[in-house]
């Protein structure tokens, strides 16, 4: 537990925005940066060290996740393993690019960029629970169509996708897809191989590991146009020294995670629940976005109808709760969330929406404090509108 203010302990219930790297990961990158600083490209002895390092970890996470080492191309994160696919995967004539309104920035941007550049956009339904419709897929312009990029679980609303009919198409029609499985990966099981997708970009800071290293997961016989030149590390498609000890503590937080990953996922999930139940016990009516069976253990996405989001987040923040109206990369946007709008949700709804994303260091009394506070500060703003009235 964190502090705050003066006799106001902080509960950070924003874990989808970013995670406090483990104490064990801390440690793995201090080692390296002291004893692997060596540029793994050397060819001298510390070198050697630092690339057998390198290789290691390469290894660990490819097992982690069901790839082949040779498939795993390091970069500084989630947003940057979705510009490196999306723009290496459309060189060319333009096409039609498929994905959904709820993407996060890094690829509706990178999408809205291309767009300028001659491509279409094609976007995706999904009901009222955040979920895909599979019966449009059949109807696609696949001749037109180049490539496809899906979000597999949502950093708002934590909505898990089940892509096997999209992925089948997209095999049958030779069309590559890409996965941002950004806030899936070490929350719940992702295996690239039994995904059967062509890319999938992901990022160390969401679960536990240091911020600034991610990587892009890209199948052997996807043709990828580098974006960016200079050295030949990480086969040419990824040039600059790779950061031997960011890359060892991504792999540590990804062991930390599937030691117990199963019992981890329980825990939170019933957090999760206290949360959810506590607030809708203590100051209902609220609404739950997104469907409450196929979505993260960790994630709450809930409407407080009637109020306003944005004066929510600041009050529960100067009350000690760290939490979010969703994606921080979007922060300072008074517009509702586009997946909610997606999703149909009515209009007091999204406005009145907030994201509460649980960790595994939280313990049951922070959420149980947590729904105190929160539901205070709901109820003395829902007194405070209807007096208005």
């Known amino acids: 537990m964190m502090h705050g203010m003066p006799g106001q302990s902080e509960i950070y219930l924003d874990n989808n925005a970013t995670?406090?790297?483990?104490?064990?990961?801390?440690?793995?990158?201090?080692?390296?940066?002291?004893?692997?600083?060596?540029?793994?490209?050397?060819?001298?002895?510390?070198?050697?060290?630092?690339?057998?390092?390198?290789?290691?970890?390469?290894?660990?996470?490819?097992?982690?996740?069901?790839?082949?080492?040779?498939?795993?191309?390091?970069?500084?994160?989630?947003?940057?393993?979705?510009?490196?696919?999306?723009f290496g995967l459309t060189q060319g004539e333009p096409g039609t690019i498929v994905l959904t309104a709820g993407e996060h920035p890094a690829t509706i941007e990178s999408c809205r960029h291309l767009e300028k550049a001659g491509w279409k956009l094609h976007w995706l339904e999904v009901d009222g629970e955040g979920r895909l419709l599979p019966e449009q897929y059949a109807d696609l312009p696949w001749p037109e169509i180049k490539l496809v990029s899906i979000i597999l679980a949502h950093n708002e609303t934590g909505v898990i996708q089940n892509l096997a009919a999209l992925t089948e198409q997209c095999r049958a029609h030779q069309v590559p897809i890409h996965i941002d499985a950004v806030q899936a990966?070490?929350?719940?099981?992702?295996?690239?191989?039994?995904?059967?997708?062509?890319?999938?970009?992901?990022?160390?800071?969401?679960?536990?590991?240091?911020?600034?290293?991610?990587?892009?997961?890209?199948?052997?016989?996807?043709?990828?146009?580098?974006?960016?030149?200079?050295?030949?590390?990480?086969?040419?498609?990824?040039?600059?020294?790779?950061?031997?000890?960011?890359?060892?503590?991504?792999?540590?937080?990804?062991?930390?995670?599937?030691?117990?990953?199963?019992?981890?996922?329980?825990?939170?999930?019933?957090?999760?629940?206290?949360?959810?139940?506590?607030?809708?016990?203590?100051?209902?009516?609220v609404v739950v976005n997104g469907s409450r069976k196929y979505r993260l253990p960790n994630t709450l996405n809930i409407a407080f109808p009637g109020l306003d989001g944005e004066a929510l987040l600041v009050a529960f923040g100067l009350d000690g709760i760290a939490c979010s109206l969703g994606s921080t990369c979007a922060s300072g946007s008074a517009e509702p969330a586009p997946v909610l709008l997606a999703m149909k949700c009515p209009r007091e709804v999204c406005i009145s929406s907030v994201r509460f994303s649980v960790g595994c260091e939280n313990t049951e009394d922070e959420i149980d404090e947590a729904v105190r506070r929160v539901s205070a500060i709901v109820n003395r703003q829902r007194q405070s509108v209807s007096a208005t009235v």
């Not at 064990?24 to 690339?51: C, I, K, M, W």
């Not at 599937?258 to 981890?264: G, I, K, L, V, Y």
Request: proline share 7%.
């Open 19 to 86: 995670t406090r790297p483990f104490p064990d990961v801390v440690e793995t990158v201090a080692f390296h940066l002291q004893q692997h600083y060596a540029n793994p490209g050397s060819r001298h002895s510390p070198g050697q060290a630092a690339r057998k390092v390198l290789e290691d970890s390469r290894e660990t996470i490819a097992a982690v996740l069901g790839a082949e080492p040779s498939e795993v191309i390091f970069t500084s994160g989630g947003t940057e393993s979705t510009n490196i696919v999306l």
């Open 185 to 285: 990966v070490g929350k719940i099981p992702v295996n690239f191989d039994e995904l059967g997708v062509s890319a999938l970009s992901l990022g160390a800071h969401k679960f536990h590991g240091p911020r600034g290293i991610g990587a892009l997961l890209l199948r052997e016989d996807t043709q990828l146009a580098p974006m960016q030149f200079g050295g030949h590390q990480e086969a040419g498609r990824r040039p600059g020294t790779e950061p031997v000890a960011l890359i060892a503590g991504m792999a540590k937080a990804l062991e930390i995670w599937q030691a117990d990953a199963s019992e981890r996922s329980d825990r939170i999930a019933a957090l999760r629940d206290r949360l959810e139940n506590g607030l809708m016990a203590a100051c209902g009516p």
